[in-house]
């Protein structure tokens, strides 16, 4: 069986396919090649491992949270595979997968963080070993840099951290970020915990699930300051 993982939060679309010690990855970056590039990814991995559509026993997502249109990307594949071939799908939050890839040798403790726009990060933090996951504090959510301290002691802070809140995240944390291209999502991390416990949740109910995306999209903010008012769901279309 192989396992296929996806994550397009970020600029960078990354891909992974997995079975057993055949481990195949891609990615392409710039936002607005995810939506074109994906299935070629896909394909490519697949072939590098031998395999094809029809081998694909489970699908692994990044669910965020990050880019409106990038994550909904993933989605797409992710929702298609469950619906159409009964793959399991499994989700983890984007910033674990950033977290999984930096992780001190026998384990430890990551901060991962990613721009979140207005001055703020996207924050999460995990106690990651090879055999279980552990959420430490609220679940990942955009954040100001100065509140990073109240994670507490932490062996690596890794992620996309605009150059003018470097120096802030430093004094917050007590630890020099790995940022850069170094920090950028591998989907082949996030293979890595689809067996891990407490990494991945398995999505019973493809129709209703959404991903995480931290805080609505702008226009969707700008319509709610100008009105006052949340803005109103669209209506669900009986199927």
Known sequence: MITLALDTATDRCTVAAGDGDRIASAFVDGSRKHAAAIIGLIEQVLHDIGGTAADIGCVAVGDGPGSFTGLRVAASVAKALAWQRNVEWRVAPSLLVRAAAHTPSGGGVVLALSDALRGELYAGCWRITPLL??????????????????????????????????????DATGCDPIAGEASLPDARALLSLVRTAGATTRIADPAAWQPEYGRPVEAQAAWERAHGMELPAAPRVAR
């Open 133 to 170: 996951v552990e959420r430490l504090g609220p679940a990942p959510r955009a954040v100001e840099p100065e509140a990073l301290s109240d994670w507490g002691p932490i062996d690596n802070v890794v992620g996309s951290i605009p150059a003018v809140l470097i120096d802030r995240v430093r």
